[in-house]
């Protein structure tokens, strides 16, 4: 008995359980999200990360444990961002005729994206390298954590922010683009990507393939820009702050 308890504790502090966990939670929140006729509320990804923070105190896993556990499933963001190239291709004949008004969305929403974040934790008083970490949140975090290391932010508080943008993002977009009267897939896909990254995008699909596609567009144009502008500008705005 005594043997099969230390095995069961020794399995706890391998990948094998962060990914266990990662898979049952998900596939839990899948059920709640679909037994609550997909309210965005019960968002799969709010709802499991519940589990997760309710676990891993109980059987001794720390978080930076547990980051390393699944860091497979987290390599996998960059081939399912990748992916979403697919359904872009199929509504490509439709990104053509808006062309232009896309570039010149994305140049302005990625800038006020990122300088929101910024005025609003400056005027707060948040510290430098909090700051550079809330910079890039509103794109997805793969690219996210590597543009926190040209701005001297944290990783760790970059990927918790870019969550907490995309879930509310995510939760705030029904009403909003209810009370804006928003019915083109277009623009709700393309507000979705720009602004709550993939976890946008995914609520973005549930609108359509043609939202999904515009939002996966949106992710990949704000990350890009991002990534390429950001660091260039950091040091002007490090001088302002």
């Keep these: 008995m005594d043997?099969?308890?230390?095995?069961?504790?020794?399995?706890?502090?391998?990948?094998?359980f962060g990914v266990l966990l990662t898979l049952a939670s998900y596939q839990f929140a899948l059920w709640v999200y679909g037994k609550s006729n997909s309210l965005p509320l019960f968002?799969?990804?709010?709802?499991?990360?519940?589990?997760?923070i309710i676990v891993l105190p109980l059987v001794g896993v720390n978080y930076e444990e547990y980051r390393e556990q699944t860091s497979l499933i987290a390599f996998l963001l960059g081939p399912a961002t990748v992916a979403l190239a697919w359904p872009?291709?199929?509504?490509?004949?439709t990104v053509r005729s808006v062309l232009t008004p896309i570039m010149i969305a994305t140049v302005i929403g990625a800038f006020i994206a990122a300088g929101i974040s910024v005025?609003?934790?400056?005027?707060?008083?948040?510290p430098q390298?909090?700051?550079?970490?809330?910079?890039?949140?509103?794109?997805?975090?793969?690219?996210?954590?590597?543009?926190?290391k040209s701005t001297g932010g944290s990783e760790s508080l970059v990927a918790g922010a870019v969550a907490i943008t995309g879930i509310v993002g995510a939760l705030a977009a029904?009403?909003?683009?209810?009370?804006l009267k928003v019915t083109d897939?277009?623009?709700?896909?393309?507000?979705?990507?720009?602004?709550?990254?993939?976890?946008?995008?995914?609520?973005?699909?549930?609108?359509?393939?043609?939202?999904?596609?515009?939002?996966?567009?949106?992710?990949?144009?704000?990350?890009?820009?991002?990534?390429l502008a950001l660091p260039w500008i950091w040091p002007w705005i490090a001088s302002l702050l």
Excluded at 43 to 52: G, M, N, Q
Excluded at 119 to 126: D, I, K, S
């Design 119 to 126: 005025g609003l934790a400056w005027w707060l008083g948040a």
């Design 174 to 179: 029904g009403p909003i683009f209810r009370l």
């Design 185 to 227: 897939d277009r623009i709700r896909g393309f507000a979705l990507g720009l602004v709550a990254h993939a976890i946008g995008t995914a609520r973005a699909f549930e609108y359509g393939e043609k939202a999904g596609a515009f939002s996966g567009l949106a992710l990949g144009l704000c990350g890009l820009v991002t990534a």
């Design 129 to 148: 390298d909090v700051i550079a970490s809330l910079a890039p949140k509103s794109i997805t975090t793969p690219i996210a954590v590597e543009v926190v």
């Design 43 to 52: 968002h799969p990804f709010l709802v499991a990360s519940i589990p997760v």
């Design 88 to 93: 872009l291709y199929r509504q490509l004949h």
């Design 3 to 16: 043997t099969d308890l230390q095995s069961l504790a020794g399995l706890v502090h391998t990948p094998l």
